[in-house]
């Protein structure tokens, strides 16, 4: 379980934007402000074959009797703002009270997150806003930077955002940063204040992910069009819609999408990669070298991609090439099975056995249990030469 991370802060007015956190598409998502030329809001194309479900909206702002019950018991509301602020963080994040089980996988509503206990951030951050709101309390949600996280389900990737609450404090103008995830929010990482509405469409983004990896065209495309149409200036929304359509065969769709992500910001380099797919696949060879450079440079940071990379040297016998990308692909994240995997094949060929049993006993160790058979019997033994 995440530990949690409370301080104050004094806020320092040369600051400028960040980020977020909650799962969010990878393959369809790079963080980045918003762009400010002017933009016309168009409604996304339709869905064509897909069954549409009607998306329920969540509860962000009338607080539940349990929640009453909560703050009557353990909130001082008696003894001014600041004694309100200092109880409600600390009854809300102490686990001898709510034993709250920080989840970055799971978004829930924050009525359901309060009393499951349990959610990301997100769903903590809008459950905890509830309830300082109530009490009266100057609140807000922001963004935090942090460093790219990915992760891959069921074919797509997906890239984490962190979001938190700041409330003011009604001493010497500093405030309070309450964030679930136990992350260092000290000023080296960018920050920016968000609205309401933002939040709730990243709300309705991540259950479209989920419904995305799940392979659910439908609700994925309801989740990502409520969401758009809460915010339609976020970035990444229209490059995930995108991903909706070129999945569903709806090529100029998803072009379409790609185009207007990028319009709102014209540095989104999953937008950018999202679209040099797209003109790759329909033989815009023109456009598709226009963007390749800049495309390319973000994918060598992407550790999927470099394994990938890998892979390819690794069959075209080029091993000292194929070992640094699986190298780096595992400095990059080194909690990912097929990194190690990657990297234990390389080495195996190279007759390097005793660091590629390393490696595979790692991806042993982090893979997935209905692949550990398969995986166990390439284990690299001394007669081997190489790995299949």
Same mark, same amino acid.
């Given at each position: ?12 007015p ?7 956190? *909650? &799962? ?13 030329q ?6 996304p194309?339709?869905l ?13 702002? +009338?607080?539940s009797?349990?929640?009453?019950d ?6 001082d ?9 200092? #109880?409600?963080?600390?009854?809300? =994040?102490?686990?001898?009270?709510? !034993?709250f ?5 799971? =978004?829930?509503?924050?009525l /359901?997150?309060?009393? /499951? ?9 809008a ?6 709101r ?12 942090? &460093? ?5 389900e069921?074919?797509?990737? *997906?890239? #984490? ?8 404090? =009604?001493? #010497?103008?500093?405030?309070?940063v ?24 990243q ?8 419904? *995305?990896?799940?392979?659910d065209?439908?609700?994925?495309y ?16 229209w ?10 065969? +709806?090529? +100029?769709?998803a ?5 207007t992500a990028?319009k ?21 060879l023109?456009?598709?070298?226009? $963007? ?14 470099l ?25 990059l /994240? @080194?909690?990912?099975y097929?990194?190690?995997?990657q $990297?234990?094949? =390389? *080495?195996?060929?190279?007759?390097k ?5 390393? !490696?595979?006993?790692?991806a042993?160790?982090?893979?997935p ?7 166990? /019997? ?5 007669? @081997? #030469?190489e790995?299949?």
């Amino acid at each position: 379980m995440a530990g949690w991370n409370l301080h104050k802060y004094a806020p320092d007015p040369g600051s400028i934007l960040g980020s977020q956190l *909650l &799962p969010l598409l990878l393959c369809t998502f790079l963080l980045g402000a918003c762009a400010s030329q002017p933009f016309e809001m168009h409604k996304p194309a339709a869905l064509q074959g897909q069954t549409i479900p009607t998306v329920i909206e969540p509860n962000f702002s +009338q607080i539940s009797p349990a929640m009453l019950d909560f703050l009557d018991q353990f909130v001082d509301q008696k003894h001014g703002k600041e004694q309100a602020i200092w #109880s409600l963080v600390w009854a809300a =994040t102490d686990q001898n009270i709510r !034993s709250f089980n920080y989840r970055p996988e799971l =978004t829930l509503p924050p009525l /359901q997150a309060f009393d /499951q206990k349990t959610g990301n951030c997100l769903s903590f951050s809008a459950m905890f806003m509830m309830m300082a709101r109530h009490l009266g309390l100057n609140a807000w949600y922001q963004e935090v930077e942090i &460093p790219e996280q990915w992760a891959n389900e069921n074919d797509t990737l *997906l890239v #984490s955002m962190h979001v938190n609450v700041v409330i003011d404090s =009604t001493r #010497s103008g500093s405030s309070w940063v309450v964030d679930v995830s136990g992350m260092d929010n000290s000023r080296s990482r960018l920050q920016r204040r968000i609205s309401d509405n933002n939040v709730l469409a990243q709300y309705y983004n991540n259950l479209g992910a989920n419904a *995305l990896t799940a392979g659910d065209l439908g609700t994925a495309y309801a989740y990502f069009s409520k969401a758009i149409e809460t915010e339609p200036r976020l970035t990444y929304l229209w490059s995930n819609l995108g991903v909706v359509y070129a999945r569903n065969e +709806q090529i +100029q769709d998803a072009q379409a999408a790609y185009l207007t992500a990028l319009k709102l910001d014209s540095s989104s380099s999953m937008a950018a990669n999202n679209l040099y797919l797209i003109y790759e696949r329909t033989g815009n060879l023109q456009a598709a070298a226009e $963007l390749f450079k800049r495309v390319e440079k973000h994918r060598r940071k992407n550790p999927y991609y470099l394994t990938h990379l890998s892979a390819l040297a690794y069959e075209e016998g080029r091993l000292d090439e194929s070992r640094e990308l699986a190298e780096r692909a595992v400095e990059l /994240q @080194q909690n990912e099975y097929r990194f190690h995997y990657q $990297l234990a094949r =390389t *080495l195996a060929r190279e007759g390097k056995h005793q660091d590629a049993e390393v !490696s595979l006993a790692r991806a042993l160790e982090l893979a997935p249990e209905e692949l550990l058979v398969t995986m166990a /019997q390439l284990e690299p033994l001394p007669e @081997q #030469s190489e790995l299949p």
